[in-house]
């Protein structure tokens, strides 16, 4: 593989959320930052004579993705987050959505889309009201997902 002719770095903040915006389009419009979760593969023993051996595993294994989302004066982006996760354990069952990471370059063009399939939130942090405090109150969302696709 030759190394890339593009010498820009990727941005940290170029990015935008998308998460079903028929039922959750506050949550992904005020995002603030969303964390890649950690991707691993568990390693399954492979004893040979005399020697202790492992090889790969047989499935990927994906971590939370992470959200930051800056709360609107009417706090719809915490309470879509709290609904559903509501309606999930109402149901007894995970309300399913895909969420979308777009990521952009340097110019703010799309690159590509990072794809969480059959996400769902699992929690939501708290919020610290603040009399001292001169920023905007954020909580964080965390989904579990069935699996991950990077697409151009």
Same mark, same amino acid.
């Given at each position: 593989?030759?190394?890339? &002719?593009?010498?820009? %770095?990727? &941005?940290?903040?170029?990015?935008?959320? &998308?998460?079903?915006?028929?039922?959750?389009?506050?949550?992904?419009? @005020?995002? #603030?930052?969303?964390?890649?979760?950690?991707? #691993?593969?568990?390693?399954?023993?492979?004893?040979?004579?005399?020697? /202790?051996?492992?090889? !790969?595993?047989?499935?990927?294994?994906?971590?939370?993705?992470?959200?930051?989302?800056?709360?609107?004066?009417?706090?719809?982006?915490?309470?879509?987050?709290?609904?559903?996760?509501?309606?999930? !354990?109402?149901?007894?069952?995970?309300?399913? #959505?895909?969420?979308?990471?777009?990521?952009?370059? $340097? $110019?703010?063009?799309?690159?590509?889309?990072? $794809?969480?399939?059959?996400?769902?939130?699992? &929690?939501? $942090?708290?919020? /610290? %009201?603040?009399?001292?405090?001169?920023?905007?109150?954020?909580?964080?969302?965390? %989904?579990? %997902?069935?699996? @991950?696709? @990077?697409?151009?």
């Amino acid at each position: 593989m030759a190394l890339t &002719s593009n010498k820009n %770095f990727l &941005s940290a903040n170029g990015f935008v959320l &998308s998460i079903d915006k028929t039922k959750y389009p506050n949550a992904g419009h @005020f995002c #603030s930052k969303a964390d890649h979760p950690d991707v #691993s593969v568990a390693t399954a023993p492979a004893n040979l004579p005399g020697l /202790q051996h492992v090889t !790969v595993g047989d499935a990927l294994q994906y971590g939370q993705l992470t959200t930051t989302i800056i709360l609107d004066e009417d706090m719809l982006a915490y309470k879509e987050m709290n609904d559903w996760l509501a309606e999930s !354990v109402a149901a007894s069952t995970p309300v399913l #959505s895909d969420i979308t990471l777009n990521i952009l370059n $340097s $110019s703010n063009n799309s690159i590509g889309n990072m $794809s969480y399939k059959d996400a769902f939130p699992v &929690s939501i $942090s708290g919020l /610290q %009201f603040d009399t001292t405090s001169t920023t905007y109150l954020t909580f964080d969302v965390t %989904f579990s %997902f069935s699996r @991950f696709e @990077f697409i151009n």
